[in-house]
T-cell receptor, first 117, second 115 residues
């Protein structure tokens, strides 16, 4: 597609429930990133995929959070046993492949707003 | 570790006046620096980046930023502000040798341009 697409745009769930958030990156972009943006703060890095594999998951806050990208395109962020503190906007971004000397721009989606009651 | 500081939560400026949004950074090695803008209920939009070369970088919508290595700063500027520039602005940094391109963002600065 023309841009990064994220669904759902809004998700309201109850504490303890399981949630999946989907990201469809720009066609041909091999790198995909998940960020979390809490109210009044800047985006915080969660996980980065290069192709199908998670190249860096150091930002995932705990083992309730997991992400997959099985075919190297669409990615799903999965949150188990949601807590009120998980409420935030989850942002997905993609970029084309680059090496250490490159600086391709990350293109962000509009985000998925998660509210845990 | 890399970090970004945006010391001002909000900047107020009158339309037509010049604006500056401040950013300082910390990173090992050469920095790659970015500015993004966020409008309500929308994703971050890229404004400009500094990789190497001329310290003054020009970007979208008339914005520019000046890289100052000695002060580790990358302030965003515009000669004449528009009401439509009102938004949330984020500075971001990554190390030049970071192959993963993971950006670290500042906390954001809200720009309010009044008519």
């Amino acid at each position: 597609g023309a841009g990064v697409s994220q669904t759902p745009s809004n998700k309201v769930t109850e504490k303890g429930k399981y949630v999946e958030l989907r990201c469809d990156p720009i066609s041909g972009h091999t790198a995909l990133y998940w960020y979390r943006q809490s109210l009044g703060q800047g985006p915080e890095f969660l996980i980065y995929f290069q192709g199908t594999g998670a190249a860096d998951d150091s930002g995932l806050p705990n083992d309730r959070f997991f992400a997959v990208r099985p075919e190297g395109s669409v990615s799903t962020l999965k949150i188990q046993r949601t807590e009120r503190g998980d409420s935030a906007v989850y942002l997905c971004a993609s970029s084309s492949r680059q090496g250490a000397g490159g600086a391709n721009v990350l293109t962000f989606g509009a985000g998925s707003r998660l509210t845990v009651l | 570790a890399q970090s970004v500081a945006q010391p001002e939560d909000q900047v107020n400026v009158a339309e037509g006046n010049p604006l500056t949004v401040k950013c300082t950074y910390s990173v090992s090695g050469n920095p790659y620096l970015f500015w993004y803008v966020q409008y309500p209920n929308r994703g971050l939009q890229f404004l400009l980046k500094y990789i190497t070369g001329d310290n003054l970088v020009k970007g979208s919508y008339g914005f520019e930023a000046e890289f100052n290595k000695s002060q580790t700063s990358f302030h965003l500027k515009k000669p004449s502000a528009l009401v439509s520039d009102s938004a949330l602005y984020f500075c971001a940094v990554r190390a030049g040798n970071n192959a993963g391109n993971m950006l670290t963002f500042g906390g954001g600065t809200r720009l309010m341009v009044k008519p």
